[in-house]
């Protein structure tokens, strides 16, 4: 089992920034991908982006894409999801996953064997 729990999330004006952290612990050696999908009133949850490792290679949403950069810290067992130029449309609840992927990152959440609870996220405009 791996537990996942987010946390950094707040509220924030349009064009600021936040910073959200997924502290891993448990049999985090089984899972090579760490992710971000997020989900907002009324619609489903979708994928932001993910990094694999070791090699450490990404993959974003294509809307967030030079606004959001994913990182870790093997030694804290922590992943990041710094975001700026934040917009309301990112207005979501953010949740961190875990995946155990033979090729690629998965983008789909069902790709992904376990979940946090949540970080909530508001963008004002």
């Known amino acids: 089992q791996v537990q996942l729990v987010e946390s950094g999330g707040g509220l924030v004006q349009a064009g600021g920034s936040l910073r959200l952290s997924c502290q891993a612990s448990?049999?985090?050696?089984?899972?090579?991908?760490m992710g971000w999908f997020r989900q907002s009133s009324g619609k489903e949850r979708e994928f932001v982006s993910a990094?694999?490792?070791?090699?450490?290679?990404?993959k974003y949403l294509d809307s967030v894409k030079g606004r959001f950069t994913i990182s870790r810290d093997d030694a804290k067992n922590t992943v990041y999801l710094q975001m700026n130029s934040l917009k309301p449309e990112d207005t979501a609840v953010y949740y961190c996953?875990?995946?155990?992927?033979?090729?690629?990152?998965?983008?789909?959440?069902?790709?992904?064997?376990?979940w946090g609870r949540g970080t909530q996220v508001t963008v004002s405009s």
């Open positions: 996953a875990a995946a155990a992927a033979r090729f690629g990152i998965p983008i789909t959440r069902n790709e992904y064997n376990y």
């Open positions: 990094q694999s490792r070791p090699i450490g290679n990404t």
């Open positions: 448990g049999r985090t050696f089984s899972s090579n991908v």
